[in-house]
């Protein structure tokens, strides 16, 4: 039967059982406490997290703000893969009636489902991963086609969120300190892209050093994990071309 | 406590078996070296040496080389595609032809030593 207007299925806001949860407590010497949470129709990761932290153990700690899949806030490990908590329904998740969510991986913990961002964020600015201006406000705005191939790769990856997931799902991150990790990088592939960013000699520099682009194994852990569809290995590999090019022109320092 | 990568996917694979078999080939050189060597020392070595070819066992580890030379082979195909052309979303089929490539010549090592 079609759903129209505001009525909405009987089922959508009934309990149809119960999950069993296994959340980590703690920091990096916590361990797992389990909870027994109704199941909703409809019901997110986020919903249960919230649904304990209101209902059963007010001290739990996470981290959440629009609850869209807007903020990039909520990523947590769910069933042992980064997700963002917000958009992923327990029902496609959960097996058989379990869920077991932990923090992200490769970030620092700070309590229970909380990480430090800090290292996500400094690794963003060594990629050189902002703008840098060519005008003043007084100049007139940069005319860009945006069916210019340019802009086409700017925007392939502009609608990143920030979310930590690509970090925690890369492998090279786990194993080389120095890596700058998917999210940095492709940053630094959409400002080389962007003809409005008077960096690109900059970016190019600080993404070819020691844990730059040419430290990606190319595994794709990033691609597969990425809740908004991006596709960090294809601006990796872009970046790895364009130093190269740049190596044997002459260009690059 | 650690938490396990969540890995399970044709791109790691790949990686997985390019390293792997990388690693094995690299190990190998030595003995193939060691194995050429024994002609500067004239042709009868060289015989004697690859007569121990017609052991089963090296027949195995024979094959095992050819499949091994394959994916790695395939799997080094792979990152160049994926470094030097343009992107193509059909990346994974890619890397299911080598994979299949390698089991291909595999089976025809198979049947024509057999």
């Known amino acids: 039967m079609a759903v ?37 129709a409809n019901q997110t990761v986020l919903d249960i997290v919230t649904w304990i932290q209101r209902h059963a153990e007010p001290a739990l700690a996470y981290r959440f703000a629009c609850r869209v899949g807007v903020c990039g806030s909520c990523a947590m490990t769910v069933n042992g893969k980064p997700r963002w908590t917000c958009r992923t329904h327990v029902g496609k998740v959960a097996v058989d009636g379990h869920l077991r969510i932990e923090p992200l991986r490769n970030l620092p913990r700070l309590k229970d489902l909380a990480v430090d961002m800090t290292p ?21 705005l940069s005319t860009i086609s945006p069916s210019s191939p340019k802009r086409q790769a700017a925007d392939a990856g502009i609608e990143c969120i920030n979310c930590g997931v690509c970090h925690a799902a890369c492998d090279v991150v786990a194993w080389n300190d120095d890596y700058l990790g998917p999210a940095a990088l492709n940053r630094a592939w959409t400002l080389v892209n962007d003809e409005r960013d ?32 991006l ?21 690059a320092g | 406590m650690r938490l396990r990568p969540a890995r399970n996917h044709p791109g790691f694979w790949a990686f997985a078996a390019h390293r792997v078999s990388g690693v094995a080939l690299a190990l190998f050189l030595p003995v193939h070296f060691l194995l050429l060597g024994t002609a500067l020392d004239g042709a009868a070595g060289l015989d004697s040496a690859l007569a121990l070819t017609e052991n089963p ?12 030379l394959t994916a790695h082979l395939m799997a080094g195909l792979r990152v160049l595609v994926l470094e030097f052309l343009p992107w193509r979303d059909s990346m994974k089929r890619l890397i299911a032809l080598g994979a299949a490539v390698a089991a291909v010549v595999g089976v025809i090592f198979l049947v024509q030593v057999g």
Not at chain 1, 11 to 30: A, H, I, K, N, P
Not at chain 1, 121 to 138: L, S
């Open chain 1, 4 to 40: 129209t207007g505001t009525e909405r299925p009987a089922e959508t806001m009934s309990e149809t059982g119960t999950l069993s949860v296994e959340v980590w407590r703690g920091r990096d010497d916590g361990r797992f406490q389990s909870f027994t949470v109704p199941h909703r």
């Open chain 1, 120 to 140: 996500f964020f400094e690794k963003w600015q060594a990629a050189e991963g902002r703008f840098h201006p060519t005008k003043t406000r007084r100049d007139p």
């Open chain 1, 198 to 229: 008077g960096g690109k000699r900059t970016v190019l520099d600080a993404v070819s050093q020691g844990g730059g682009c040419h430290s990606c194994h190319s595994h794709g852990s990033c691609v597969e994990h990425c809740p908004v569809g």
């Open chain 1, 231 to 251: 596709n960090p290995t294809r601006g990796i590999a872009g970046l790895k071309r364009m130093t190269l090019v740049g190596l044997l022109s002459g260009d």
């Open chain 2, 57 to 68: 066992l090296v027949k195995i580890a024979e094959w095992g080389l050819v499949v091994l």
